[in-house]
């Protein structure tokens, strides 16, 4: 998350890795914000929140994103969020790694994994190579492990600010909804940006919670897939372990 710092300008914190019981730990010392304590700023580690939360991973709970997440910091509907002033640029050294690959404006990135959504099969992410491919772009993968590279695509391991400058110097940028597009959201047209349900695009819908119309977003299947139910099956133990 310090990326998201740095976009924002904030410079007075610390960073620290922290297993999950260390988090739950501090959650439970500090069940809400209060100066002089540290407070853990997501739902999932509070008790008290655990229904709150899970309201949001529910397929049969109407609700989106922006306006519970304005519930759970308890501040107006009607309040508005600051869009990040300060973009990472493509350091000297990635730059020279990058242009080994090719020029940046026939580069493409593919992100395909996601924490908190179902992940597509590698097929799906092939077709688009290829058709990338054709055209005669480059294209990078963003993998944490090089083993799950998709066909067809280069590794280029990078830092989390390198990654979103090298996303807004390249050309075209397709991923699964994850944090990701909400840090390189100004691509617009050039960010498409897929769902694996009509229910979660409306939930995280980019294109709504930015007030934009120029993102290309899409729906790779109508219904709550069965390794989304799977997903959810695993939280509601994770959480009420």
């Not at 998350?1 to 988090?23: F, P």
């Not at 709970?61 to 304005?70: A, C, D, E, S, T």
């Not at 940046?104 to 058709?131: C, G, N, T």
Request: aromatic share 12%; with cysteine.
């Amino acid at each position: 998350h310090e990326i998201v710092l740095k976009m924002y300008g904030i410079k007075n914190y610390v960073t620290a890795q922290m297993s999950d019981t260390i988090i739950r730990e501090i959650a439970a010392q500090s069940p809400e914000p209060k100066k002089g304590a540290f407070y853990v700023a997501h739902p999932a580690f509070h008790s008290h929140l655990y229904d709150f939360f899970l309201k949001m991973q529910s397929p049969r709970k109407l609700i989106k994103f922006l306006p519970w997440y304005k519930e759970f910091l308890a501040i107006p509907q009607s309040s508005r969020f600051e869009k990040p002033q300060i973009y990472p640029k493509v350091s000297a050294d990635l730059k020279k790694k990058v242009t080994e690959i090719g020029n940046l404006k026939k580069i493409a990135i593919i992100s395909p994994e996601a924490k908190s959504l179902p992940e597509f099969d590698k097929e799906f992410w092939e077709r688009i190579v290829k058709k990338l491919s054709k055209k005669g772009y480059k294209v990078i993968c963003n993998v944490l492990d090089e083993k799950k590279l998709v066909k067809g695509t280069i590794f280029l391991p990078m830092t989390s600010e390198e990654l979103i400058a090298l996303a807004l110097a390249t050309d075209k940028f397709y991923s699964i909804r994850s944090g990701v597009c909400d840090l390189i959201f100004i691509k617009g047209k050039n960010l498409t940006v897929y769902y694996p349900n009509k229910l979660e695009k409306w939930r995280y819908s980019i294109n709504s919670i930015f007030n934009r119309c120029d993102i290309v977003e899409k729906v790779i299947s109508k219904k709550c897939s069965l390794n989304q139910l799977r997903k959810l099956l695993k939280l509601f133990k994770y959480l009420y372990k």
